[in-house]
T-cell receptor, first 113, second 114 residues
Framework: DAKTTQPTSMDCAEGRAANLPCNHS???????VYWYRQIHSQGPQYIIHGLKNNETNEMASLIITEDRKSSTLILPHATLRDTAVYYC??????????????FGKGTLLTVNP | GAGVSQSPSNKVTEKGKDVELRCDPISGHTALYWYRQSLGQGLEFLIYFQGNSAPDKSGLPSDRFSAERTGGSVSTLTIQRTQQEDSAVYLC????????????FGQGTRLTVV
């Protein structure tokens, strides 16, 4: 699976949009971009995933550049409960071989009051 | 239950003892994964199951680690002759299948070897 690069940490003011970048310059055509987050002392939580189109759900939006070499996770109105480590993962969707999510170091997002 | 359940939530054991960690996946999920997270570290993949089969065990740190799954449901991760470096949070996740689906994680078992 392709490697990802994320900033180590970011800060965001409560109520403002949090924009978390991820570089995946070696991504292949059949690799999806997944985002998970891990709140302190909890298991990781799925947020969103996409292939090449932008995606939106009740938690966040995912913007993927046209060349697919980078993406941005957007939390439109960050709250204190969004403080967590956010993981960007690229994952092959080819059936039997994409059995694992490979987590990197992620970005520690701190939402400040 | 509604989510992935792991037990115990905390386990303190003496070095050299065996421990067994349990994972109850979401009903109907055929894929099950075990990860380990040491203090301040990222998630380390250990093993996955598709049904009761574990096609890839290469992530298990040593031969002291083993896992099984029965009835396509409950899975147990066993660590024999525990060492202090085994201390970590052991996380279990399940998904509908191993393809392009989201994985749901449990809260983990915090293992402390003293």
């Amino acid at each position: 699976d392709a490697k990802t690069t994320q900033p180590t940490s970011m800060d965001c003011a409560e109520g403002r949009a949090a924009n978390l970048p991820c570089n995946h310059s070696t991504i292949s055509g059949n690799e999806y971009v997944y985002w998970y987050r891990q709140i302190h002392s909890q298991g990781p939580q799925y947020i969103i995933h996409g292939l090449k189109n932008n995606e939106t759900n009740e938690m966040a939006s995912l913007i993927i550049t046209e060349d697919r070499k980078s993406s941005t996770l957007i939390l439109p109105h960050a709250t204190l409960r969004d403080t967590a480590v956010y993981y960007c993962i690229v994952r092959v969707d080819s059936g039997g071989s994409n059995y694992k999510l490979t987590f990197g170091k992620g970005t520690l997002l701190t939402v400040n009051p | 239950g509604a989510g992935v359940s792991q037990s115990p939530s905390n386990k303190v054991t003496e070095k050299g003892k065996d421990v067994e960690l349990r994972c109850d996946p979401i009903s109907g999920h055929t894929a099950l994964y075990w990860y380990r997270q040491s203090l301040g570290q990222g998630l380390e993949f250990l093993i996955y199951f598709q049904g009761n089969s574990a096609p890839d065990k290469s992530g298990l740190p040593s031969d002291r680690f083993s896992a099984e799954r029965t009835g396509g449901s409950v899975s147990t991760l066993t660590i024999q002759r525990t060492q202090q470096e085994d201390s970590a949070v052991y996380l279990c996740a399940s998904s509908l299948w191993t393809g392009n689906t989201e994985a749901f994680f449990g809260q983990g078992t915090r293992l402390t070897v003293v």
